[in-house]
């Protein structure tokens, strides 16, 4: 459920990118179009789900499965937003894969 709930709020930042990157005539506009009041709506489901979460997953580790959202930012940043995947973003969640990892092994 806490990774659901990570991968319902990345989505939302990449809808919410994906609606800022697009023309509006008004700043109203910007803020009230459906994609933008759907992510917001995305990410207050997310917010419910992490809570609940939070009553199975001890708070160390929902930290830990928080920084999950960056491997999924750059995998659906790359599908929805065509932006290039560089060694830099490679490197950065290979580190962070790295430390999942370790703190899941009890090391």
């Keep these: 459920m806490f990774l659901i709930s990570v991968f319902i709020s990345s989505c939302s930042q990449i809808a919410l990118k994906k609606s800022a990157n697009g023309e509006h005539r008004s700043f109203i506009q910007e803020i009230l179009?459906?994609?933008?009041?759907?992510?917001y709506a995305c990410f207050f489901g997310a917010s419910l789900l992490t809570t609940l979460a939070y009553k199975r997953v001890p708070l160390s580790l929902g930290t830990v499965l928080e920084s999950t959202s960056y491997?999924?930012?750059v995998i659906l940043s790359r599908i929805f937003l065509k932006e290039k995947i560089t060694r830099k973003k490679i490197w950065g969640n290979l580190l962070i894969l790295i430390?999942?990892?370790?703190?899941?092994?009890?090391?």
Excluded: C, E, K, T
């Design 71 to 73: 491997i999924y930012i």
């Design 33 to 39: 179009n459906p994609v933008v009041m759907g992510a």
């Design 99 to 107: 430390g999942i990892l370790i703190y899941a092994s009890g090391v």
